[in-house]
């Protein structure tokens, strides 16, 4: 990817980052910047939100190279969503939250996005679910605790770890710090507790 050194005061087209012939413009990031600015206007204070800017900027712009990508490699996989699959998912995620769709579409706008905006995201989702799904095909996945350790019970092997030896080294110095002191007796006691450290060990 190339970053490109325009700014959106210069052109709200100019080129961000370039994939290949993919290009993220400014106006791309200012479409996802704005709605989330907006809300944040009343609950962060000011001095602190041009900061809030530059990370939340930082954020999206990683957020769409890496589903650019992830786009990319779902069709090279052939893998697809249909509109039943994303009208589906909503409507599993409006009972969970005991919703209605008109609630819903007025949430949406509170948040400064479009219902279609959030089809788009949904499906989005669902196509890299799937993707995963597939690259994962029959790896074991870990979803619960109970899962796991269902799994470690079932496996307990794999996880045994053989009996281990663990060596020492025991330095023993026969140098003195006192250079009135008679190096032969400096060995001679330095033996003499080697000789007490190894009788120590053979006994346990």
Known sequence: AKLSNKSAAENAEATVVAIGDYKITEKMLEDKLKPVLDKMA????????????????????????????????????????????????????LAKQNMSMDDFRELLKAYGTSYEEQEKQIKNRLIFT????????????????????????????????????????????????????????????????????LKQVKEG
């Open 42 to 93: 009343s609950q962060v204070p000011q001095q602190y939100l041009e900061q809030y800017k530059t990370q939340l900027r930082k954020n999206i712009l990683e957020q769409l190279v890496i589903e650019h990508l992830l786009m990319t490699e779902a069709k090279q996989n052939k893998i697809e969503v249909s509109a039943e699959e994303v009208k589906e998912e909503i409507n599993n995620q």
């Open 130 to 197: 799937k993707l995963m799904d597939r690259k994962l095909a029959g790896k074991t996945k870990i979803v619960t605790v109970d899962e796991a350790k269902k799994f470690y019970d079932e496996n307990t092997k794999e996880f045994e770890t053989p009996a281990k030896t663990r060596t020492s080294h025991i330095l023993i110095s026969t140098k003195s710090n006192d250079p009135n002191s008679d190096p032969n007796q400096v060995k001679t006691a330095a033996l003499a507790k080697a000789k007490k450290l």
